[in-house]
C-alpha cells in the first residue's frame, strides 16, 4: 500500500483483523475471539473511521451487516435485511443509551420497553405465505447468511418440531395475522440434545462440539433433513414482519406493538420464549437483567444476554436504524464466563464404558459464580490440540450448564508455559489391566469388565434418576457396596456443586477421578455388589454394617430399590448402559419390541427396522446380548422381579397404518428424508403402488408408478400435502 498514509494504512489492517474474525465466525464457525473482544475492536474501528471519514471504503466491516454466506445451500435475498444489535456490557451502558432515546422522541411520549432473553443460536427468517385454504404455508426458512443475503436450509427447518409448517385460517384470525407474514427467531439446540450429540461424536471418535451455539449452526446446516430431525433443534420466534407483498413496510413490526407480537406469535402457535416482560424504565430492566442471569443455569439452552426492545411500533419507525442495528433495540451482554487458572495436574479416569478420559486438576477459579477445579481434556488429540502442559496456565470457559472446557493456553509474561509432559497411561489407574486403542478410534479403555472404576460408574448410571431412580444409593454408598475404599466422594461433591452430576452428562463426562486425589482410605471391606443383579439381593443386615447407615436409612434403601422393580423396560433397558442406546433410543425400543425377551433375540436387521435404530446401535445391541455376562445379568434381574415388558405401540401414529409409494423427485426433501418424515410419523414406505398403498407422493419425472396409482384410484399427494398430513395440529 505505497500510496496510502500511515493512519489510513493503519485503519486497513483493522478492517483486515475484523475481517479475519467475521470469516472465522459466520463462515467457519470457529471463532478465535470472544464476543466481547470483537465489539471492542469494531469499536476502535468506528471510531477511527468517524474521526477520518475520508478513509471510509464501502467494503469496510462498518459499512456492511455481516460475513460471507457459505456455499452448500441454495442463497437467496432477505425480504429485508436480517440486523445484528448493539450491545450494553454495564448499567451505564443501558442508561446512556436509554437517555439517548428519550432524547430522540418529544418529552411527553411514554417509553416502554420489552425486555427478552437473548438466546445464544443462529437467526432464522421464516416466510409464510397463502394457501386455497386461507391459511398461512411455511414456505421459506433463511439463515441470516450476511445480512442481505441468506441459505435455503427449508428442508431442515422443516424437520423442527417448534416451526409450524401451516398456520390454519382460524389461528391466523385469533391471532390477527394475515396469510403472509414473516417470523424471524433464533434456533437453538437445548442442553439436553447438545450432550447426546456430543456423547454420540465422541463415542464415534469424533472432536465434540465446542458449545450449543455451533452445534446448531452445524446442525443446521447438515446437508441430511434427517439427521437434523434427530439432533431436536428448537426454534423461539421473536419478530414479525409483514410478508414479502408488503416490502415497503421496510423492516417494521406487523403489529402495533412488540408484546403485541410476542403474544400473536403465541397465538398463531409458535414457540415464543415465556421469560419476557415489558417495563417502563431500566431500573425495570435492571431487575429482569439480574433475574434472567439466576436463570441462566436452569433454563436448558443457552442464552448470552437481554434483548431490550420500544415496544412501539411506530416509535420503533421514528427512530429507525444506523448502518447495522436498530436503534430502538439492544442487547445486553452477560458477563463472559471464563477465567484464567493453572493447570496443577492431569488425572485420569476410568468411565462406565472403560474409556479412560484425562481431566485437568485446576487451580480452584470462580466461573461465573462457581468454583471450577477441573475441566476435562477429553482425549490425547485434544491435548494434542490445545499443545497443553502440566503447569500451563489456561483459559477456562463455562456456559449454562455446560461442563467447564479449556478454551487455549496463555502465554504471557505473568502466564510462563507449564514443563509437564501429559502422557496417556499405558495401564488402568484402577485395575493396572493394559490400555487398549481400537483402530481407528481415539479413546484408550480399560477392557476388564471387573475393572472396579467401571462397576462404580455403571452402577451409578443404573441408579440415576433418569435410569432406575434408586434415591440414595450415591457415590458414597456405591463405593463402599462395592468395598471400595472412598477416594472419590469428596471430587464428586465438587462435581456436583458444579451442576456436573446429572446423570445425563454423568455418560462419558462425569469428572471424577479416583485417582490422583489424596485420600484417608478407610479399610476396605468385602465387596457386597458385584453384578447390577446383586442389588435386589441386599439385605438389611448387609446395609446395617455399613459407615453411616441407621436403620431408617437402610430400609429407605430397601424401599427404593424394591420400587424400582417396577420402572419398566425403557429405563431398565437404559439403565443397563448399551452402548449407544440413550434414553430415547431405550424408549422407542422398549415399545417397538414389546419385551426384553423379543429386544434379546432380535437380529441388526430386525433392529434397523425400528426408527431412529441405525446399523451401529443394532450391531451394539446384538453384541451386548451376544457376552454370557449380560445374558445372565438379564435373567437375574427378571428372577427378582423386575418388570421386563413395555406396552408395544408406535412412537408418533399420525400415519399409522398408512402405507406411501414415493416416486419422483420432490421439491425439497430427498427421498431418504421423506421415508424419514414418514416413518418417524409410524407410516411405511413400500417400493411398488398395490391396492394396499394409501398414498402415492409424487414428485417432478413421476413415471409408471404414478400411472399405476391413477388406475388404481390411488391419492396422489405433491410435497406439500404430504407436509399437510404431517404437520401436528396446531
Ligand atoms: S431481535 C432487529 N431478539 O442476537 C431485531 N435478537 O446480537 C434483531 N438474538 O441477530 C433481533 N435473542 O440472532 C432479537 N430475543 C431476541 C434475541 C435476538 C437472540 C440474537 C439474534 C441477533 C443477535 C444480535
Given at each position: 500500500?505505497?500510496?496510502?498514509?500511515?493512519?489510513?494504512?493503519?485503519?486497513?489492517a483493522?478492517?483486515?483483523?475484523?475481517?479475519?474474525?467475521?470469516?472465522?465466525y459466520?463462515?467457519?464457525?470457529?471463532?478465535?475471539?470472544?464476543?466481547?473482544?470483537?465489539?471492542r475492536?469494531?469499536?476502535?474501528?468506528?471510531?477511527l473511521?468517524s474521526?477520518?471519514?475520508?478513509?471510509i471504503?464501502?467494503?469496510?466491516?462498518?459499512?456492511?451487516?455481516?460475513?460471507?454466506?457459505?456455499?452448500?445451500?441454495?442463497?437467496?435475498?432477505?425480504?429485508?435485511?436480517?440486523?445484528?444489535?448493539?450491545?450494553?456490557?454495564?448499567?451505564?451502558?443501558?442508561?446512556?443509551?436509554?437517555?439517548?432515546?428519550?432524547?430522540?422522541?418529544?418529552?411527553?411520549?411514554?417509553?416502554?420497553?420489552?425486555?427478552?432473553?437473548?438466546?445464544?443460536?443462529?437467526?432464522?427468517?421464516?416466510?409464510?405465505?397463502?394457501?386455497?385454504?386461507?391459511?398461512?404455508?411455511?414456505?421459506r426458512?433463511?439463515?441470516?447468511g450476511?445480512?442481505?443475503?441468506?441459505?435455503?436450509?427449508?428442508?431442515?427447518?422443516?424437520?423442527?418440531?417448534?416451526?409450524?409448517?401451516?398456520?390454519a385460517?382460524?389461528?391466523?384470525?385469533?391471532?390477527g395475522?394475515p396469510?403472509?407474514?414473516?417470523?424471524?427467531?433464533?434456533?437453538?439446540?437445548?442442553?439436553?440434545?447438545?450432550?447426546?450429540?456430543?456423547?454420540?461424536?465422541?463415542?464415534?471418535?469424533?472432536?465434540?462440539?465446542?458449545?450449543?451455539?455451533?452445534?446448531?449452526a452445524?446442525?443446521?446446516?447438515?446437508?441430511?433433513?434427517?439427521?437434523?430431525?434427530?439432533?431436536r433443534?428448537?426454534?423461539?420466534?421473536?419478530?414479525?414482519?409483514?410478508?414479502?407483498?408488503?416490502?415497503?413496510?421496510?423492516?417494521?413490526?406487523?403489529?402495533p406493538?412488540?408484546?403485541?407480537?410476542?403474544?400473536?406469535?403465541?397465538?398463531?402457535?409458535?414457540?415464543?420464549?415465556?421469560?419476557?416482560?415489558?417495563?417502563?424504565?431500566?431500573d425495570?430492566a435492571?431487575?429482569?437483567i439480574?433475574?434472567?442471569?439466576?436463570?441462566?443455569?436452569?433454563?436448558?439452552?443457552?442464552?448470552?444476554?437481554?434483548?431490550?426492545?420500544?415496544?412501539?411500533?411506530?416509535?420503533?419507525?421514528?427512530?429507525?436504524?444506523?448502518?447495522?442495528?436498530p436503534?430502538?433495540?439492544?442487547?445486553?451482554?452477560?458477563?463472559?464466563r471464563?477465567?484464567?487458572?493453572?493447570?496443577?495436574?492431569?488425572?485420569?479416569?476410568?468411565?462406565?464404558?472403560?474409556?479412560?478420559?484425562?481431566?485437568?486438576?485446576?487451580d480452584?477459579?470462580?466461573?461465573?459464580?462457581?468454583?471450577?477445579?477441573?475441566?476435562?481434556?477429553?482425549?490425547?488429540?485434544?491435548?494434542?490440540?490445545?499443545?497443553?502442559?502440566?503447569?500451563?496456565?489456561?483459559?477456562?470457559?463455562?456456559?449454562?450448564?455446560?461442563?467447564?472446557?479449556?478454551?487455549?493456553?496463555?502465554?504471557?509474561?505473568?502466564?510462563?508455559?507449564?514443563?509437564?509432559?501429559?502422557?496417556?497411561p499405558?495401564?488402568?489407574?484402577?485395575c493396572?489391566?493394559?490400555?487398549?486403542?481400537?483402530?481407528?478410534?481415539?479413546?484408550?479403555?480399560?477392557?476388564?469388565i471387573?475393572?472396579?472404576?467401571?462397576?462404580?460408574?455403571?452402577?451409578?448410571?443404573?441408579?440415576?434418576?433418569?435410569?432406575?431412580?434408586?434415591?440414595?444409593?450415591?457415590?458414597?454408598?456405591?463405593?463402599?457396596?462395592?468395598?471400595?475404599?472412598?477416594?472419590?466422594?469428596?471430587?464428586?461433591?465438587?462435581?456436583?456443586?458444579?451442576?456436573?452430576?446429572?446423570?445425563?452428562?454423568?455418560?462419558?463426562?462425569?469428572?471424577?477421578?479416583?485417582?490422583?486425589?489424596?485420600?484417608?482410605?478407610a479399610?476396605?471391606?468385602?465387596a457386597?455388589?458385584?453384578?447390577?443383579?446383586?442389588?435386589?439381593?441386599?439385605?438389611?443386615?448387609?446395609?446395617?454394617?455399613?459407615?453411616?447407615m441407621?436403620?431408617?436409612?437402610?430400609?429407605?434403601l430397601?424401599?427404593?430399590?424394591?420400587?424400582?422393580?417396577?420402572?419398566?423396560l425403557?429405563?431398565?433397558?437404559?439403565?443397563?448402559?448399551?452402548?449407544f442406546?440413550?434414553?430415547?433410543?431405550?424408549?422407542?425400543?422398549?415399545t417397538?419390541?414389546?419385551?426384553?425377551?423379543?429386544?434379546?433375540?432380535?437380529?441388526?436387521?430386525?433392529?434397523?427396522?425400528?426408527?431412529?435404530?441405525?446399523?451401529?446401535?443394532?450391531?451394539?445391541?446384538?453384541?451386548?446380548?451376544?457376552?454370557?455376562?449380560n445374558?445372565?445379568?438379564v435373567?437375574?434381574l427378571?428372577?427378582?422381579?423386575?418388570?421386563?415388558?413395555?406396552?408395544?405401540?408406535?412412537?408418533?401414529?399420525?400415519?399409522?397404518?398408512l402405507?406411501?409409494?414415493?416416486?419422483?423427485?420432490?421439491?425439497?426433501?430427498?427421498?431418504e428424508?421423506?421415508?424419514?418424515?414418514?416413518e418417524?410419523?409410524?407410516?411405511?414406505?413400500?417400493?411398488?403402488?398395490?391396492?394396499?398403498?394409501?398414498?402415492?407422493?409424487?414428485?417432478?419425472?413421476?413415471?409408471?408408478?404414478?400411472?399405476?396409482?391413477?388406475?388404481?384410484?390411488?391419492p396422489?399427494?405433491?410435497?406439500?400435502?404430504?407436509?399437510?398430513?404431517?404437520?401436528p395440529?396446531?
Amino acid at each position: 500500500m505505497p500510496s496510502m498514509q500511515p493512519l489510513q494504512q493503519q485503519i486497513e489492517a483493522v478492517r483486515e483483523d475484523l475481517r479475519h474474525h467475521e470469516h472465522l465466525y459466520y463462515v467457519l464457525d470457529a471463532p478465535q475471539i470472544d464476543d466481547a473482544e470483537y465489539d471492542r475492536r469494531m469499536n476502535r474501528l468506528r471510531a477511527l473511521e468517524s474521526a477520518h471519514p475520508e478513509f471510509i471504503v464501502p467494503d469496510s466491516p462498518t459499512q456492511r451487516v455481516g460475513g460471507k454466506p457459505r456455499d452448500g445451500f441454495v442463497k437467496s435475498p432477505h425480504s429485508r435485511p436480517m440486523l445484528s444489535l448493539d450491545n450494553a456490557y454495564s448499567e451505564a451502558d443501558l442508561r446512556a443509551w436509554d437517555a439517548r432515546l428519550r432524547e430522540s422522541l418529544p418529552s411527553t411520549e411514554v417509553v416502554r420497553y420489552t425486555c427478552e432473553l437473548k438466546l445464544d443460536g443462529l437467526s432464522l427468517a421464516l416466510l409464510y405465505a397463502p394457501a386455497p385454504d386461507g391459511s398461512a404455508r411455511l414456505r421459506r426458512g433463511l439463515t441470516r447468511g450476511d445480512g442481505s443475503i441468506g441459505e435455503d436450509v427449508t428442508s431442515n427447518v422443516r424437520t423442527i418440531h417448534s416451526v409450524p409448517l401451516r398456520v390454519a385460517a382460524e389461528m391466523l384470525a385469533a391471532a390477527g395475522l394475515p396469510q403472509s407474514f414473516e417470523v424471524r427467531g433464533e434456533v437453538v439446540m437445548p442442553h439436553a440434545a447438545f450432550h447426546r450429540l456430543n456423547r454420540e461424536r465422541e463415542a464415534q471418535g469424533l472432536a465434540p462440539a465446542a458449545n450449543p451455539r455451533n452445534a446448531a449452526a452445524g446442525t443446521l446446516r447438515t446437508l441430511e433433513p434427517n439427521i437434523v430431525a434427530q439432533r431436536r433443534l428448537d426454534f423461539y420466534a421473536y419478530f414479525l414482519l409483514h410478508g414479502e407483498s408488503e416490502p415497503e413496510r421496510g423492516g417494521e413490526s406487523l403489529l402495533p406493538t412488540q408484546s403485541a407480537a410476542l403474544q400473536a406469535l403465541r397465538t398463531a402457535g409458535f414457540r415464543v420464549n415465556n421469560h419476557a416482560t415489558t417495563i417502563g424504565s431500566i431500573d425495570e430492566a435492571l431487575a429482569f437483567i439480574a433475574a434472567a442471569e439466576a436463570l441462566r443455569d436452569s433454563l436448558g439452552y443457552e442464552i448470552d444476554g437481554v434483548v431490550l426492545k420500544i415496544d412501539s411500533t411506530a416509535q420503533q419507525r421514528r427512530l429507525g436504524f444506523t448502518g447495522r442495528a436498530p436503534r430502538w433495540a439492544i442487547a445486553y451482554k452477560f458477563a463472559a464466563r471464563n477465567a484464567v487458572t493453572q493447570i496443577k495436574d492431569v488425572v485420569f479416569q476410568v468411565g462406565r464404558t472403560g474409556k479412560v478420559t484425562p481431566v485437568a486438576a485446576l487451580d480452584p477459579v470462580v466461573v461465573g459464580g462457581t468454583t471450577v477445579a477441573r475441566a476435562t481434556l477429553h482425549n490425547a488429540d485434544e491435548i494434542a490440540r490445545l499443545a497443553v502442559r502440566i503447569g500451563d496456565f489456561v483459559q477456562v470457559e463455562r456456559g449454562g450448564d455446560v461442563i467447564p472446557k479449556i478454551v487455549r493456553v496463555v502465554e504471557d509474561a505473568q502466564h510462563p508455559r507449564g514443563t509437564g509432559a501429559i502422557d496417556i497411561p499405558k495401564e488402568c489407574p484402577e485395575c493396572a489391566s493394559l490400555l487398549v486403542r481400537a483402530e481407528g478410534e481415539v479413546d484408550w479403555r480399560c477392557v476388564n469388565i471387573n475393572c472396579s472404576a467401571r462397576l462404580r460408574e455403571e452402577l451409578l448410571h443404573f441408579a440415576a434418576r433418569n435410569a432406575m431412580n434408586i434415591e440414595g444409593l450415591g457415590d458414597a454408598l456405591v463405593v463402599q457396596l462395592l468395598g471400595q475404599s472412598p477416594a472419590s466422594v469428596r471430587a464428586r461433591e465438587q462435581d456436583s456443586a458444579n451442576g456436573l452430576d446429572d446423570a445425563e452428562q454423568r455418560e462419558g463426562q462425569s469428572l471424577s477421578p479416583a485417582v490422583g486425589i489424596a485420600t484417608n482410605a478407610a479399610v476396605p471391606r468385602a465387596a457386597l455388589v458385584r453384578t447390577l443383579a446383586d442389588l435386589y439381593s441386599l439385605t438389611r443386615a448387609d446395609l446395617l454394617q455399613l459407615d453411616r447407615m441407621g436403620e431408617k436409612s437402610a430400609q429407605s434403601l430397601l424401599d427404593e430399590i424394591e420400587q424400582s422393580k417396577n420402572a419398566g423396560l425403557p429405563r431398565v433397558l437404559f439403565a443397563l448402559g448399551i452402548r449407544f442406546v440413550g434414553e430415547r433410543t431405550a424408549q422407542v425400543l422398549a415399545t417397538h419390541f414389546g419385551s426384553m425377551d423379543d429386544l434379546m433375540v432380535a437380529s441388526t436387521v430386525q433392529l434397523e427396522e425400528v426408527n431412529e435404530v441405525g446399523p451401529r446401535i443394532a450391531q451394539a445391541i446384538v453384541e451386548f446380548f451376544h457376552e454370557p455376562h449380560n445374558i445372565e445379568l438379564v435373567q437375574r434381574l427378571k428372577d427378582a422381579g423386575l418388570n421386563l415388558t413395555a406396552e408395544k405401540k408406535i412412537a408418533s401414529s399420525t400415519l399409522t397404518g398408512l402405507t406411501f409409494v414415493l416416486t419422483g423427485s420432490l421439491p425439497t426433501l430427498t427421498r431418504e428424508a421423506a421415508k424419514e418424515l414418514i416413518e418417524s410419523a409410524g407410516g411405511r414406505v413400500a417400493a411398488t403402488v398395490s391396492k394396499k398403498t394409501s398414498y402415492v407422493v409424487a414428485g417432478e419425472d413421476a413415471g409408471s408408478k404414478l400411472d399405476r396409482a391413477r388406475s388404481l384410484n390411488i391419492p396422489i399427494l405433491d410435497e406439500p400435502a404430504l407436509h399437510n398430513l404431517l404437520a401436528p395440529p396446531h
